[in-house]
Structures are given as structure tokens and as C-alpha cells.
């Protein structure tokens, strides 16, 4: 009976031991802050069509933006993007928004080199409204998502990314634009 105590003291310990040094931490770590900037080309619903009421437009804006993401952790980033709205408008009604907030990566699959994310964003929207004789300032709220997609060490493609705004303090209610966007980026350092 002594010896089965004594063998199964044993295996358990060592199991035990297995088991805690795969929990170790690693002696060093690589840099994780990272700083990668880019374009992209957008499309969006303005939700604005005119006669100071939020509705449908008939017409989609398309536009530019440019980005940045700084990556302070593996989990932890700020994005800054901005973007202006400005073509194929809708009696001359463009937007342009301005905004930063974090940004989360929800996985990476190495093996395909891709990393969906969600962020949350706030900042300011600019709107130019109809024929240009009025413009205004708001407050805009974005979340959304995305895949960004690593060509190289240095280049990424963001293949896609959705993004939902809230203008809250808008004229007549609250505005809800939306859209979707595409582009590509350089990792600085």
C-alpha cells in the first residue's frame, strides 16, 4: 500500500510539474509598439438627403481617408483616421469625419496572414449641406470592424472595413451614416 501511495505521489507531482512549466514566461519579448499608416478609398450612406431631415439619400458618397495605428500591446491599439466624403454627392451634401479611439484585434491567423478587429471611435464630423450654403460641426461616434491582411512584414491590405457613425447632436435628430472602406498600408516601425 506504501509503494502505490508513494507512485501515485509521484505521478501526480510530475504531471503537476509538466504542467506548470508550460505556463512559464518567456525570458524576453520582441518590441510591441508599432506604428503603421495608410489610405483608403470609401464608400457610405450619408443619411441625408436634404431639407434639414435625416433619411435616406439617393446617392452614396464616395471618398479618401487616410489612417494610422498605433499598437502599444499585442491587444491594445489607438486608430486615427480620417476621411473625406465628397464625390458623387447628392446636391452638392458632402462629410467629412475626423476620429481616434481604440482599436482591437479579435484574433490573428497567422497562417493566412489575417487579423479581423473591432474599434470604437469619436472625434468630429464636418457636413457641407445642400448647393454649399450651409455647413456645420458634430460630434461623431463610430464602431466597426474589419480584416486587415499582411502582405509582407512591412505591407498590409485593409481588405475590408465597416464602420457605423452616430451624430448625436445633429440639427434635426441624429444622423446615421455608414459604410464600408478598403486600402492599403505601411508599417513604419
Not at 162 to 168: A, K, L, T, V
Amino acid at each position: 500500500m506504501k509503494r502505490f501511495q508513494f507512485l501515485l505521489f509521484t505521478l501526480l507531482i510530475t504531471v503537476f510539474s509538466a504542467r506548470g512549466h508550460g505556463q512559464v514566461d518567456p525570458s524576453a519579448y520582441r518590441g510591441k509598439i508599432s506604428l503603421t499608416a495608410g489610405g483608403f478609398g470609401s464608400a457610405f450612406q450619408p443619411d441625408y438627403a436634404g431639407g434639414g431631415i435625416p433619411g435616406t439619400s439617393p446617392y452614396r458618397l464616395y471618398g479618401f481617408g487616410a489612417y494610422a495605428d498605433l499598437r502599444m500591446t499585442r491587444w491594445v491599439s489607438i486608430e486615427a483616421e480620417m476621411r473625406w466624403l465628397r464625390e458623387h454627392s447628392f446636391v452638392g451634401i458632402a462629410q467629412d469625419t475626423y476620429l481616434f479611439g481604440p482599436r482591437v484585434p479579435i484574433h490573428e491567423y497567422k497562417r493566412l496572414g489575417a487579423t479581423p478587429y473591432a474599434k470604437a471611435l469619436v472625434g468630429l464630423g464636418k457636413m457641407d449641406f445642400e448647393y454649399k450654403e450651409a455647413y456645420g460641426r458634430f460630434t461623431d461616434l463610430a464602431i466597426g470592424g474589419g480584416v486587415d491582411l499582411n502582405l509582407s512584414k512591412r505591407w498590409s491590405v485593409r481588405a475590408f472595413d465597416f464602420e457605423y457613425q452616430f451624430w448625436p447632436n445633429w440639427i434635426n435628430g441624429t444622423l446615421k451614416p455608414y459604410g464600408a472602406s478598403a486600402g492599403v498600408a505601411y508599417r513604419i516601425f
